[in-house]
């Protein structure tokens, strides 16, 4: 129940926020202009993007505020969301992107410790493993008897 109240609640939030936020777009040039081979003959507010993100954020900080995990990934995708909007209203070059999602990946592995073991290759039945790059130094994983992974610090070793 807890999972359908979540998704029920940001998709309500995600379609409220869009209207409310259209004035905002216009307001900061957030938009996309017609011409070449867009199909719409006005200008879009480009403000869907912020909506889904505002509508994520809120129910899963709500459902589960407190869990170190939730808030790695938060404050990456938070950073992601930010040179987005960035990119929406001046337009970025593909290395500031690029320097974009560096920050959130290292903010997640370095400030919270949650290395990337592995990654699944989207559309594809094969996993890459990390290996020795997902380390951290300052913590170390263990096994526990239910087979979840849980972290220490090197100093509780």
Request: aromatic share 8%; hydrophobic share 50%.
């Amino acid at each position: 129940m807890v999972f359908f109240s979540t998704l029920l609640m940001s998709v309500l939030l995600t379609v409220a926020l869009v209207p409310m936020l259209r004035p905002l777009a216009l307001r900061l040039q957030m938009v996309d202009e017609p011409g070449g081979r867009k199909v719409h003959s006005r200008p879009i507010p480009r403000v869907g993007g912020m909506a889904m993100a505002v509508g994520i954020f809120v129910p899963v900080v709500l459902w589960n505020y407190a869990d170190r995990f939730v808030w790695a990934y938060l404050s990456g995708a938070a950073i992601i969301v930010a040179f987005g909007m960035a990119d929406d209203s001046r337009g970025l070059s593909p290395k500031w992107k690029l320097v974009g999602q560096l920050a959130a990946a290292l903010l997640v592995v370095y400030k919270f410790g949650e290395p990337v073991r592995s990654t699944w290759l989207t559309l594809s039945p094969c996993t890459a493993e990390m290996g020795w790059i997902s380390t951290t130094g300052s913590h170390s994983t263990r096994s526990t008897a239910s087979g979840r992974t849980s972290r220490r610090s090197a100093n509780e070793s």
